[in-house]
């Protein structure tokens, strides 16, 4: 995740160098520098840097601050965040009401327009927003911060709703259903879904059981997007196969490790052995989810077991230590889903042919195409096998070169055709 902020900086004169170099070496970025004004001995310029990590942006102002004779920082200004002030989703209508005769045709002649046509056609709901609107629902149980983790779900989602409109031309409207128990969260979903044209499910609080996204998706009568049992496994895939044409490895040949399992993991583990892995290896500290691991036709053992005979190993969850790092092996391949730094140093020097962080992954290039699509299409779920036909589609023809293509391009309209494709 990248910040902004821009800082106001008095500057001794010949030491520009060292601040632009103490800045950059910390893997920052310069967008802008501007000189304000001149004083004696010193000069006031204006910077705009982009940065990833707080705690060591942080850094860089104690570093600053050590050497009050060379650098004063005047001020700390971060644009986004006045802008977020009242959120990033604005809700409004598609007519502009300025004045009464607006009012009368916009409003109240529309409306006498559509009823009409409801009356006279059968594919009435066009002149609705139902057929353009995407619920993007999460689950959360009550609990005693709970207002926080509404928030944070409901931000999220609402960053979501941003790019699906952005990217698809879709609606989409943030709903969290606090529940107790799953009977009732499936109960609102269905009470609630004759709003929406299509449903993605972003986040599920304590569920973990696999066989729940297959009875949303049997209970509902909707199209339905998941982020952790169709997204994330899809995009993983994507990612595979991408790498194993890279380097020309043998699918049918290898092995694929497994450290962490959760719903995504639980998902890809049946979509490798679908598409003929030799063997996939799994280990969490949960023995439940080991058991859960197995039923999915994996192989339940040990991290070293996974370090030692795994030509392609994917971290779902941070069970990993430094001295696990000591344990990965030439030519493998890695992949880490968690924010963690892993020193990726340690890994070049265990022969380790690639390593993805945590960072590589984004969604947005998926979701928004995927919906567009199920929506268009008599798709109302991506089983196993369509999730497979759409992940060869997107890499033969999308991420040949590069492991995923520009967010700004016409990827999104591409994916909606793959999915209209599928069968």
């Known amino acids: 995740m990248k910040s902004i902020v821009e800082m106001i900086i008095h500057v001794k004169r010949g030491f520009l160098a060292h601040l632009t170099n103490e800045i950059y070496k910390r893997g920052y970025e310069i967008q802008r520098v501007m000189k304000l004004e001149s004083q004696r001995d010193r000069d006031m310029f204006h910077f705009e840097i982009t940065y990833h990590n707080d705690e060591k942006f942080n850094g860089l102002i104690d570093k600053i601050k050590k050497h009050e004779n060379n650098f004063e920082i005047v001020s700390i200004y971060n644009p986004i965040e006045d802008r977020l002030v009242g959120g990033s989703l604005k809700v409004s209508g598609k007519f502009s009401i300025e004045n009464s005769f607006d009012y009368d045709i916009k409003i109240s002649g529309a409306l006498d327009l559509i009823l009409k046509r409801i009356d006279e056609r059968e594919d009435g709901i066009i002149y609705t927003g139902l057929s353009k609107n995407i619920g993007l629902i999460s689950g959360l149980f009550p609990q005693?911060?709970?207002?926080?983790?509404?928030?944070?779900?409901?931000?999220i989602n609402e960053m979501d709703s941003v790019i699906i409109n952005r990217f698809s031309g879709l609606n989409a409207y943030p709903v969290t259903i606090n529940y107790t128990h799953i009977d009732d969260f499936i109960k609102i979903l269905k009470g609630i879904e004759s709003t929406f044209s299509a449903i993605r499910i972003t986040y599920i609080d304590g569920q973990d059981d696999i066989s729940l996204y297959d009875r949303i998706i049997s209970e509902t009568s909707l199209p339905v997007l998941t982020k952790y049992y169709d997204e994330i496994p899809l995009y993983l895939l994507i990612t595979i196969l991408h790498l194993y044409k890279k380097h020309k490895v043998d699918i049918k040949e290898s092995n694929v490790g497994v450290i962490g399992i959760n719903i995504s993991s639980l998902r890809l583990t049946s979509l490798l052995i679908d598409l003929g892995f030799s063997r996939i290896l799994g280990n969490d500290i949960n023995e439940r989810m080991m058991f859960s691991f197995e039923k999915e036709g994996g192989l339940a053992t040990t991290?070293?077991?996974?370090f030692s005979?795994?030509?392609?190993?994917?971290?779902?969850?941070n069970h990993i230590d430094t001295q696990d790092m000591e344990k990965f092996g030439p030519g493998q391949i890695v992949i880490s889903l968690v924010d963690d730094d892993i020193d990726k140093s340690i890994l070049v020097e265990r022969g380790v042919k690639e390593f993805l962080n945590g960072n590589w992954m984004n969604l947005s290039i998926l979701f928004p195409g995927i919906l567009k699509g199920l929506i268009k299409s008599d798709i109302d779920h991506l089983n196993n096998t369509r999730l497979i036909n759409l992940s060869n589609m997107i890499s033969d023809r999308e991420f040949a070169e590069e492991i995923a293509p520009d967010l700004f391009t016409d990827i999104h309209e591409k994916i909606s055709g793959f999915v209209q494709k599928l069968s």
């Not at 983790?149 to 409901?154: E, F, K, S």
């Not at 991290?303 to 996974?306: A, G, L, P, S, T």
């Not at 005979?309 to 969850?317: A, G, T, Y």
């Open 144 to 155: 005693l911060d709970c207002m926080k983790g509404l928030l944070r779900t409901q931000v």
């Open 303 to 306: 991290r070293e077991n996974i």
């Open 309 to 317: 005979n795994s030509d392609l190993i994917i971290i779902f969850k």
